[in-house]
């Protein structure tokens, strides 16, 4: 099974890997300052750990390239400035590099949810790699009106022992 992950134009993800939050002190952390509540990397790293071990070593990836349409032109302008690398997840499984698989539901499967500024993202351990839904993803429902671009669909954070996908278990799309 492959799934998709998404990184800045310029990487070097080919040579480097693809490196998790905890291993990336060049990640932006604009979207997780309200949220932590902390002011720097390492605060932010130390906070992700917090909500459950391993959050700051997971890579966010979906079951299929982003799609956008009309109602969503942030997700044009992000996988534009995007580079797109398939990741090889039953490699990562069989050589033991997969410490586990979160999925993040849409907001509108979840019932009650109250959302606030400092709400962060629903995400729910799944028993293993056969849980992963490969239903189509519904695009569609994102909306730039709406904001926050991936609440509205379905995605997996992927815990990597070490917090980096080594270059051998990616290929650029």
Excluded at 57 to 64: D, L, S, V
Excluded at 151 to 173: C, D, S
Aim: proline share 5%; aromatic share 12%.
């Amino acid at each position: 099974m492959k799934l998709y992950h998404y990184i800045s134009k310029g990487n070097s993800a080919l040579e480097d890997g693809i490196l998790s939050f905890a291993n990336n002190p060049q990640a932006d952390l604009s979207y997780y300052y309200k949220r932590s509540g902390a002011d720097t990397h390492q605060g932010i790293v130390r906070w992700m750990e917090s909500c459950f071990s391993g959050r700051s070593r997971g890579i966010r990836a979906f079951t299929e390239p982003i799609r956008w349409t009309e109602n969503s032109l942030c997700l044009k302008k992000f996988i534009e400035n995007a580079d797109v690398f398939a990741i090889d997840l039953e490699a990562l499984e069989h050589d033991n590099l997969l410490e586990a698989v979160y999925v993040s539901p849409p907001v509108s499967e979840v019932p009650g949810i109250n959302e606030q500024n400092t709400f962060d993202e629903i995400l729910f351990k799944l028993n293993g790699t056969n849980e992963i839904s490969t239903s189509p993803v519904e695009w569609n429902a994102c909306n730039d009106k709406l904001g926050r671009r991936f609440a509205y669909v379905r995605y997996y954070l992927i815990i990597i022992k070490g917090g980096i996908i080594p270059p051998q278990y990616i290929t650029k799309e």
